[in-house]
Nanobody, 122 residues
């Protein structure tokens, strides 16, 4: 089992920044790819970014150039730095762990956190 706890969400004005953190505990963190997904009200859960333990990453075109994913293996933590935020970035952001290579497919992720709310006001 892997437990994931997200933090860092909140309310921010358009153009602002937030950094989300996802702390992992339980089974060996170093064996997993970590991903971020988001879900807006009434919409499906969408891929945001993913990163392997060797820092090989993939990121959605919708946030490319504004969001950055990083990983700190010593702290068992993955981060999502979000800059130039837009109202359309408003969603609950979920952290997830996968046993495969970085993927945008949610069904490949085995463990999920509870999510953290990000609200961007215009």
């Amino acid at each position: 089992q892997v437990q994931l706890v997200e933090s860092g969400g909140g309310l921010v004005q358009a153009g602002g920044s937030l950094r989300l953190s996802c702390a992992a505990s339980g089974r060996t963190f170093s064996t997993y790819t970590m991903g971020w997904f988001r879900q807006a009200p009434g919409k499906e859960r969408d891929f945001v970014a993913a990163i392997s333990q060797r820092s090989i990453s993939t990121i959605s075109d919708s946030v490319k150039g504004r969001f950055t994913i990083s990983i700190d293996n010593a702290k068992n933590t993955v981060y999502l730095q979000m800059n130039s935020l837009k109202p359309e970035d408003t969603a609950v952001y979920f952290c997830a762990a996968s046993g495969t290579v970085p993927s945008s497919t949610s069904r490949e992720y085995v463990y999920w956190g509870q999510g953290t709310q990000v609200t961007v006001s215009s």
